[in-house]
């Protein structure tokens, strides 16, 4: 296996945008991946897409070979994927895979969602696809249910999950990108409108337009690629054991540890999917930065940077863009190049993208040791 | 790279079930697969799935986990793969590449689509955001298109079209997993309701039900893949230099020929895809069976059979399953074991995918040397 490394990513701004349509957002933000890598597209030999519903929210599908023509890119092997939430997430694994074991030298992928469509489509209603629509309800009320159970379990209080809110917006309010850069205290987090008791309206993320893209190669300087795993589990929640573990995170860390010769103790900071507040908790537990059940009190406390990007919860969350969005956010922060939100100590990084309630998991470490 | 081969195929018979849901079709397909193989599902390190429009078709999404969780197989990487009708080729492309390079060792690729719901969705409408929906119109009208332009440059007629009509007809009617095993007369052909100028109904494919499933291996006894290539164009038609001509299949063939280092004329049958009937007679000329222009009368004389199994015409075109239903017949001719349509020289088959008119083309060659 060989190394691979990002050697260039771009983005666009994350946001509502009327006047944009879906394929300039991806063609932007793969343009600025190709821009920072100096490269041109003569020298992308795949394409890799990420995007969850396209073909509901805009009406097209085909969308792999419909952005890379319009990018200059018609020829080379073109596939969408689609994992729900973890869409460009699993485009991403793909491309590194391909990259690593010598199938190509240098690809491209890129995320892209565009959620805020003329005439309004069913948002709610397109996002609850990514469970089972048979036996689940909305996503709101999926990670509602999560949170009343880990309250039950573990004591984590409406405080944690105001407390998450808060950091994430104050993180995003830093970001130039961020789709809402609103600074926001608990005291109005917790006087939110409710949404799925005991979730209020902050401690949901953002529905959002935007793309996101990063060039990987085996050759040329970049931001080495330590680990990357993909797995996955069943769509429903009452298929899952319990609820407030989410074993399919569990295991894509554990093995993107192993594959990168790190303990959770040697990530600097992380960029996780905070789809919701509670996920964020159960991310911190899921990835080993802290103990089951200490996900509240250890977000309090903060001992390592999470979602210093703002976390979907502020910078937004354009659902198939969000896996390769953070990729390309940790990339920012080790290169140094995360101005006006750069951490100080910021050598190794980790990306986690949660597809629905965690059928799909892919995490990433990413850095220079 | 190493060799990989088919190690177990699996179908469920085509058609238009009332009583059946996506999943079921599929997991039924996967388990003929696993036990053609012999295998049980702890043998498979990843799980690939082609599916076009199973969100607008079902209103279900996430499908990969959806149907790997159903058929035993959660934990896994499980992602789903959309390229138009060419969705399971590209899963069965990335999946042939993956295990080539050693990325995995067996993995398994399932491709699926259930068209025919309650309350009937707009199966036209859903199938056009295959094409680009700004600009191109319906399938149909594509492909008249496409036959006029052929008929004028090149003498093509009607009688031309009707003659691969008729003969996928009688082929599918000796297919026992065929959705329409109708034999059909010229003059039936010819007299079939126009859908658009000049197809009329018996030039169009089926809109069906069903899924299909291989298992590839690089250890074990099996069908070899000697070539297997992907290639993309522009989406919208016109954007395309001549309409009758469709590089991407071209392109596709050349790497899959040069990977197997064999000529077209080595090849001793194809499954192609005949989603309209001058889609055929466009395919045996870009597969370079015969020179441009020559597909209507070289179809009429079929020097070498042409989609044995029915083709999408009469087999059906269940569009996700269609790519790896190509391949699982591919596989059974070579066998032996296409038991009522069996051919008597079947040592080498070609399979080729098309998506949208040719946006996505795949080319995969198996056989036995």
């Not at 933000?29 to 795949?46: E, H, P, R, V």
């Not at 030298?105 to 892209?112: E, F, K, P, R, S």
């Not at 989410?246 to 990530?267: D, G, K, N, V």
């Not at 940790?330 to 995360?338: F, K, P, W, Y």
Request: a negative charge; glycine letters at 10%; charged letters at 15%.
């Amino acid at each position: 296996m060989r190394d691979v490394a990002v050697v260039g990513a771009g983005k666009t701004r994350f946001g509502a945008f009327a006047d944009r349509d879906l394929r300039s957002l991806a063609v932007e933000a793969l343009q600025n991946a190709l821009s920072d890598a100096a490269m041109g597209t003569d020298a992308i030999q795949a394409f890799y897409l990420g995007n969850f519903a396209g073909p509901s929210f805009t009406g097209q599908s085909h969308l792999a070979p419909y952005i890379a023509g319009a990018a200059g890119l018609a020829g080379i092997p073109a596939t969408r994927y689609e994992a729900a939430c973890a869409s460009s997430g699993a485009a991403f694994h793909a491309a590194w895979q391909a990259v690593a074991h010598g199938i190509y030298d240098t690809v491209l992928v890129c995320g892209v969602e565009k959620m805020t469509c003329q005439p309004t489509p069913r948002v709610a209603e397109i996002l609850a696809m990514a469970g089972d629509v048979s036996t689940d309800g909305t996503f709101p009320e999926i990670f509602a249910a999560i949170a009343r159970r880990h309250m039950e379990l573990y004591g984590t209080t409406r405080e944690h999950l105001a407390a998450v809110a808060v950091k994430n917006h104050g993180h995003g309010a830093t970001n130039p990108y961020a789709h809402m850069r609103k600074v926001i205290t608990v005291e109005q987090a917790l006087a939110g409108k409710v949404i799925a008791d005991p979730l209020t309206l902050y401690d949901c993320s953002l529905v959002s337009d935007g793309a996101a893209a990063v060039v990987l190669s085996a050759t040329g300087a970049g931001v080495p690629i330590l680990g990357c795993a993909q797995t996955s589990d069943h769509v429903a929640l009452r298929d899952k054991a319990e609820i407030t573990h989410l074993p399919s995170i569990q295991a894509a860390a554990r093995q993107a540890y192993a594959m990168a010769r790190l303990t959770p103790a040697e990530i600097d900071f992380a960029e996780v999917h905070d789809c919701f507040t509670i996920a964020e908790i159960l991310a911190v537990e899921e990835l080993g930065f802290c103990a089951k059940g200490e996900g509240g009190p250890w977000s309090l406390q903060q001992p390592i940077p999470i979602n210093r990007s703002g976390g979907l919860k502020s910078k937004g969350h354009p659902v198939g863009a969000t896996g390769v969005a953070q990729i390309a956010d940790v990339t920012l922060q080790i290169r140094g190049d995360a101005e006006g939100w750069q951490l100080g100590k910021a050598n190794i990084g980790l990306a986690q993208n949660l597809g629905g309630s965690g059928a799909t998991s892919v995490v990433t470490i990413l850095g220079k040791r």
